[in-house]
């Protein structure tokens, strides 16, 4: 497996898995994922050298244009996070895809749920925004599971059904709270109306583990997502399932190099991690929606195979 050196959008150098070894591109087995996946960071590189390696540069925001489709990132704090020295993957996923084809806006927005990435007007600012053509990857759950009523007020009802519960919240105000089913199915409902395409995805991974083995999913968010987006007709992205394996692969003790200040939230080499991991997720949809907006760099990262595939 041969290593070399690939520039990112800011230009910063990162090493990446040259594809030109023997039989690299057509490995998709979770270990050789994994290894691919790390090799994408330099500071988990640095990590299994035991050298030093730079921080990854966040990559540079162009003003969006409007003659190109436009992806958008939509989520939470693992997505869109710069406090205390973590990194959402909404960040270095831009790099992944070639600007001059099409433009990657991280709309992620820190401490939401889909509850409240509603309530709050965040979805009503993509809304104006998007037009037909465009994408929409939409990756909920992480706060979905907090209090209806107290604290932040951020959680939804459990499930995918229709049942609604009226909260007085903190600031004495009212609000009919859906269950998370429903946020993310009006999400799919808007997107698909204007003529673009929702992509739902899993949530990443939490820090934890038990005899070997990581927690794949807080709750039961990954199994609503993908039970959601096979009732909608949308295509689905295991995240979860995906990094999970990546972690497994590497093993617990070279995973905390991936995680930042707590069992949640990435360090920038985890960001990286996890932005490769949801490109080898696209790159496994049915049509490859996504092959001609890559750039280079994605070329580096196989398609990601389940069990079942294989």
């Given amino acids: 497996m041969k290593m070399r050196k690939n520039s990112t959008a800011s230009g910063s150098e990162r090493v990446v898995v040259s594809s030109r070894g023997p039989n690299v591109a057509g490995r998709t087995r979770s270990l050789p994922l994994a290894v691919l996946l790390l090799c994408l960071s330099p500071f988990v590189c640095a990590a299994q050298t035991g050298g030093l390696a730079p921080l990854p540069t966040p990559p540079v925001q162009r003003p969006a244009n409007p003659k190109l489709p436009t992806l958008f ?5 693992t997505a869109n996070n710069n406090a205390n ?3 959402g993957w909404g960040d270095p996923f831009v790099a992944f895809f070639d600007a001059s084809k099409i433009n990657v806006l991280n709309r992620a927005r820190a401490g939401r749920s889909s509850r409240t990435f509603l309530t709050e007007g965040l979805w009503d600012k993509v809304l104006q925004d998007l037009k037909a053509g465009d ?8 706060n979905d599971g907090g209090p209806l009523d107290t604290g932040r007020a951020r959680g939804s009802l459990p499930g995918l059904g229709e049942e609604t519960k009226e909260v007085t919240k903190p600031d004495g105000t009212k609000e009919v709270v859906h269950t998370f089913g429903w946020y993310n199915r009006k999400f799919i409902a808007d997107v698909k109306a204007k003529g673009a395409t929702p992509i739902l995805l ?9 005899e070997g083995k990581v927690e794949r999913g ?3 968010f ?3 997502a993908e039970e959601l987006a096979r009732a909608e007709g949308v295509q689905f992205v295991d995240v979860t399932t995906i990094v999970a394996d990546g972690y497994e692969a590497l093993g617990q003790e070279k995973v905390k190099a991936l995680f930042g200040p707590d069992h949640t939230h990435t360090s920038p080499a985890g960001a990286e991690f996890n932005a490769a991991a949801v490109v080898a997720g696209l790159k496994a949809l049915k049509g490859d929606p996504f092959e001609k907006y890559f750039s280079p760099l994605a070329k580096d990262v196989a398609a990601y195979k389940t069990a079942r595939s294989k």
Avoid at 73 to 77: I, K, L, R
Wanted: glycine share 16%; hydrophobic share 40%; aromatic share 12%.
């Fill in 222 to 224: 990954r199994q609503w």
């Fill in 73 to 77: 990132v939509v989520g939470d704090s």
């Fill in 85 to 87: 020295g973590g990194k």
């Fill in 202 to 210: 899993s949530l990443t991974v939490r820090n934890i583990w038990k």
């Fill in 218 to 220: 807080s709750g039961r």
């Fill in 135 to 142: 994408f929409v990857l939409i990756q909920f759950g992480h």
